[in-house]
């Protein structure tokens, strides 16, 4: 079992930014397709980002040009960098993984989806206030 932590939640006013991050203990991101998806209550769980282990990226409508998906050169930290937040971006975040390398996160083709991913964090809230 993978155990996934995220990190770097809290509150923010709007306009601000927040880096998200997220590890799995004893793990590399070495192949795959991991992502953030976030929820509010009584929605569905939603993504954000994900980022295939060839580093193509994929974005919602509603982050492209805010958020940047990252790992770090070693590929034990998946990161999640978000600027100019709004009020809408309040939610809980979850980091996800798809580790077994079946799951081809390639842009254009593919579309987030969280039965897709195996491995799930606690979740790290995110508030921003207007």
């Known amino acids: 079992q993978v155990q996934m932590v995220e990190s770097g939640g809290g509150l923010v006013q709007e306009g601000g930014s927040l880096n998200l991050s997220c590890t799995a203990a004893?793990?590399?991101?070495?192949?795959?397709?991991m992502g953030w998806f976030r929820q509010t209550a009584g929605k569905e769980r939603e993504g954000v980002a994900t980022?295939?282990?060839?580093?193509?990226?994929i974005y919602a409508d509603d982050v492209k040009g805010r958020f940047t998906i990252a790992q770090d050169n070693a590929k034990t930290t998946l990161y999640l960098q978000m600027n100019d937040l709004t009020p809408e971006d309040t939610a809980m975040y979850y980091c996800?993984?798809?580790?077994?390398?079946?799951?081809?996160?390639?842009?254009?083709?593919?579309?987030?989806?969280?039965?897709?991913?195996?491995?799930w964090g606690q979740g790290t809230r995110v508030t921003v206030s207007s």
């Open positions: 996800a993984a798809e580790l077994s390398g079946f799951l081809r996160c390639a842009p254009g083709v593919y579309q987030p989806y969280p039965g897709d991913f195996d491995f």
């Open positions: 004893g793990y590399t991101f070495s192949r795959g397709c």
């Open positions: 980022i295939d282990s060839d580093g193509s990226t």
